[in-house]
């Protein structure tokens, strides 16, 4: 828990740094407010005693506009606004803790929201957004089914000019560009890869537990399409290799970040490859845990003979790494992540706008073995 508020402090200071100097004035609500022609008399202003008053109280009235402007969104700020949020599907141990942290979140801040269940499904999603913007919510908050959907989720929100963050799945930095009050909140996936293989690195024989002078490994990769599978599958392997490790590939499956698929793919693969395995990466904690029912069934032991990790420090994976079940998992910081996500809400409620190529904001990943678990727990 103290290192889960020290990361969110760090956002936050990151965060409020940011938004003074992406800012830069021309983001203000005041601006924002001031219509287009309100302006170019402003510049003509010196011109005659006559314009210079005219310009006087065109001026005036772009700044009324403005305080307008930013009272309205202090009064959604302040006193609670309308917000949907859309999770890509309630199904699934990782969203379900970001979920409820938000809903606390927001709820404790006076704010009126509505969940809608994907159900892993972008059609769905899609009418549930555009159901959203027919209530005329004041903010959205999704969690897209698909990151390819990515284009039309942001052109359908731009066109209705809801303030949106998005969370968990992470567009390019060109799509989010499109629309300036759109921003992500979520991590950068390469580096929970790079710490699941530091785990492995870590241990006493570096992955290599019968010695043949190379780490077998099988990967149990979550949605494919999803980039946190892409960069955790790359950079696990990659934390070895760029240490000098040889690596032999035994297997590569497709688990959707699914406990029971986990199992599944774990289980035919023990059977298969046998002592040859050494090491299970598994892209996030559900699948690991999954994994782990099937090592143990399968008579092996974690740490002694096989080694087991997974991301996100779901509580059944921290008491798992306590017990010494699984080698380490990495901290998905949804706590963190919900703190952020609400807080980059609030900026573009109070009428922030984003530029393009800096619409993303990070959250760290925390490194979690028995020997800091508890501070975890
Ligand atoms: C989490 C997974 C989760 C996925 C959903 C990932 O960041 O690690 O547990 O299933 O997000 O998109």
Known sequence: MKLNKKVIAAVLASAMVFSMTACGGSDAPAQEAAPAEAETPVEDAAETPEETEAADDTADAATEAADEAADAAEAVVGEGGNIGVCIYKFDDAFMTTYRNALQEILEGKGYTVTFMDGKNDQAEQNNQINNFIAQKVDALIINPVMTSAADQIIATVKDADVPTVLINREPTADQMSAYDKLVYVGCDARQSGTMQGELILDTENQGDINGDGKVSYIMI?????????????????????????????????????????????????????????????????????????????????????????????????????????????????????????????????????????????????????????????
């Open 221 to 377: 990769q979550g949605d494919p399409e999803n980039i946190d599978a892409q960069y955790r599958t790359e950079f696990s392997v990659k934390a070895l290799t760029d240490a000098g490790i040889e690596v032999e590939e035994l297997d590569l499956q497709r688990g959707d970040w699914d406990r029971n698929k986990g199992q599944e793919i774990a289980q035919n693969d023990l059977a298969k490859f046998g002592e040859d395995i050494e090491v299970i990466f598994c892209n996030n904690d559900d699948m690991a845990i999954g994994a782990l029912q099937a090592i143990q069934a399968a008579g092996r032991t974690v740490n002694e003979d096989i080694y087991l990790v997974g991301v996100d420090a779901l509580d059944a994976a921290l008491n798992e790494v306590a017990g010494g079940n699984m080698t380490g998992t990495v901290l998905n910081d949804a706590q963190g992540q919900a703190e952020g996500a609400v807080q980059a809400m609030e900026d573009l409620l109070g009428g922030k706008t984003y530029a393009a190529g800096e619409q993303s904001i990070y959250v760290d990943y925390v490194k979690v073995t028995p020997d800091n678990v508890a501070d975890f727990q």
